[in-house]
């Protein structure tokens, strides 16, 4: 039960979502990372017979990625929450709840927006802070 990581990109997510479900797979869930200030990761994990794939690419804040909501209806949820903790945008979403999921009006930034971790010589640092303790 070795998980296997495939690359894909952003032109590739939804046909090799397509070709997941094909094979028997069920979607699971996205997991979604902050690389740097603007650019993001995103893992797409689909199960089947107890042995885990996983579809992985990272693109800029900036890029409009493809919804896979198309194939797997329950994927919408994922990505509106995706879209309200880290600002990235989806297109195509079959629900779209345009970023207000889970966030208030008056929240203006994502919350998970940013945040990144960096090891500098002085220790770890959060967004450019020491970590307390």
Do not use: W
Not at 20 to 37: H, I, Q
Not at 90 to 118: H, M, N, S, W
């Amino acid at each position: 039960m070795i998980d296997q990581v495939i690359s894909v990109s952003n032109e590739t997510v939804v046909d090799e979502t397509a070709k997941m479900k094909f094979e028997g797979y069920r979607f699971v869930t996205m997991s979604c990372f902050m690389l740097d200030e603007t650019t993001v990761q995103l893992l797409y994990h689909f199960d089947k017979n107890l042995e885990l794939r996983h579809l992985r690419f990272s693109v800029t804040l900036e890029t409009l990625i493809p919804s896979i909501s198309r194939v797997y209806s329950s994927a919408f949820l994922v990505e509106n929450e995706i879209q309200d903790l880290f600002g990235v945008h989806f297109q195509g979403i079959t629900v779209d709840y345009e970023r207000t999921l889970y966030l208030d009006e008056e929240v203006k930034a994502p919350p998970f927006c940013g945040f990144t971790a960096r090891k500098s010589a002085k220790g770890q640092h959060f967004n450019g802070k020491p970590s307390e303790g």
